[in-house]
């Protein structure tokens, strides 16, 4: 960047009130801490919230449909068994090269099936006739199921995987009408903070609240939705502050160009996702060894137990975000018109937005693309935790464990990857697109190996190994991406538009990530499996790195010094004509 640039830069961002623009006061150190404090508490709900979430609600329609008690259902992998056949249960059927069948009262042919005395010795036993008559009703003559548990909903009758993911997929669409009504009006006076303050106590009472409730399919479904709105809420007040932070930062205060800018919001942005990383992997051991303790006292259902891992993830974000919270001043911005509701207002807004949206192409294309690709490496990460439920043979290894390992493994990655991205970044100058392409070329890698599957049932994400290498690897480009897409993007937001524009970044997510679970749905719902969903998320990544190398950040940079100008001298010019109306009122009064 050349040195006009620079001074104009400066003239044009030093924050002072001429131009319309309030940074609030100087970014101190404890602020810092604060706000990466604030990452590390959140970051428990899209980890345990809402993973744990979705499978909890996937057990509670299992419930609803009646399994197993409706039939004894074929299952493919063994260690499902030892936990839907703990009562209720007559037979089930193992397939193993060969259908065996698994009886109450006696196992037969022990020696002959892997972990065979694991999944007898938790079958309770109950009387029945004719086991074979009881096969017969469940299985056709090729050995496969026949009857398949469904949860009516009206006319429709769900895939119990399938409703946990239209469930996520509803509750990502209403959050983006949520964000829509808030985005603008946060940008005024001391919403911002208040706004994070109350979307953290609604998020921490019905993240918790299951556990006071008697669990249900549909209290289940209530709170997911809600605590999800509550925390995506947060995340916009949140990021807002992101950029106004970096601005009063005594880096840029000293040297106030772009160039800073992006470095210090680049700097910030990363340590912030390592910190909410570090939270996560904490949170989940401690989530897998409380779920160990609860079942294995045998007067813990699996469903209580995730309630209580729930709650657990409740008292962490309410105590870590109390602290966080206390600790970050309000960066408020200008006041609210008089007489105007902020909802209303908002939604006024969005028009006027998509309007200064147009006025920058550059950040208008990466928005598009961060929709596109947004919805691509969460279509491999999310229903992930679902298919490892249901389509992976773990073998002998405990599912619900394996589960929670899959977790720590994702998220100790990524803040690892994090940690050593942003540092070779730094050393080897780095950009964050660079970053972005780099990661979605790994999950397009990721994604055509899981369509393996397809063709073999050797490997292709079919067994229990092949799933912790896939959270291994997800991990590597989980969180650079995650962390390079945010500063990024704040490094094309005109100045005083941060809430706005972030809640718009978050709305391209969320309004793109409801696809994902939909698509996944539906291939359960009509298909019986949601492999299909690795070729949406190879085709998204795919789109995401080609639209890349189509952004142009320093022009993106030119546009918003540009947009910023505009918009203040159009402001002045307004503010000047009202005040020649009242001035021509008075004189013929």
Known sequence: ???????????????????????????????RKAWYLYDFASNVVPIIGVQFGQILLEAAA????????TCPNLIVNQTFISEIFQSNSTASCLVDGSCRAFYTSVCRNIS??????????????????????????????????????????????????????ATVSFATFLQVLVLLSIGAWADHGGQRHAGLIIATIVGVLTLGGMLFTPVSLWTGTFFFIVFNLAYNTARVFYNGALVLMTRASPEYKNHPTFVTMERVTSTMSARGFASAFMGGVISVVLAVGLQIALLSTKSCSSIASYAWILFMAAVWWAIFGTIALVYLPPRPGPPMPQGVNGIVYSWKMVVQTLKKIRQVPQTALYLFLWFIYADGFASIINPAALMAQTEIDWGCFDKSIAVGVMMILALGTAGASNYVVDRLAERNKWTDKSIVIWSLGLFVVLSLYCLIGFFTDSFGFKKGWEVFMLAFFCGIGLGPVQSSSRSLFGTLIPPGLETEFYSFFA???????????????????GFGTGRGIFV????????????LHFVDVEKGRRQCREFHVNFQNNQET?????????????KDE
């Open 507 to 525: 709305v391209t997510d969320g309004g793109s990530t409801w696809i994902g679970p939909l698509v996944f749905a539906g291939l359960v719902q």
């Open 536 to 547: 949406f998320s190879t085709v998204s990544c795919l789109v995401g790195i080609i639209g």
């Open 62 to 69: 299992l419930e609803k449909a009646g399994f197993p008690a």
């Open 1 to 31: 960047m050349s040195s006009e640039d620079d001074e104009d830069t400066a003239q044009l961002l030093d924050g002072n009130e001429s131009d319309g623009f309030h940074e609030g006061p100087p970014l101190t150190s404890k602020e």
């Open 112 to 165: 002959a099936i892997p972990c065979s005395s694991l999944e007898c010795s938790s079958l309770v036993p109950v009387a029945f006739g004719n086991p074979q008559d009881v096969l017969s009703d469940c299985l056709d003559a090729s050995g496969e199921e026949s009857v398949v548990p469904r949860v009516e909903m009206g006319s429709i009758a769900m895939d119990p995987a399938a409703y946990a993911s």
């Open 574 to 586: 307004s503010m000047h004509q009202l005040q020649l109306m009242e001035d021509n009122n008075m």
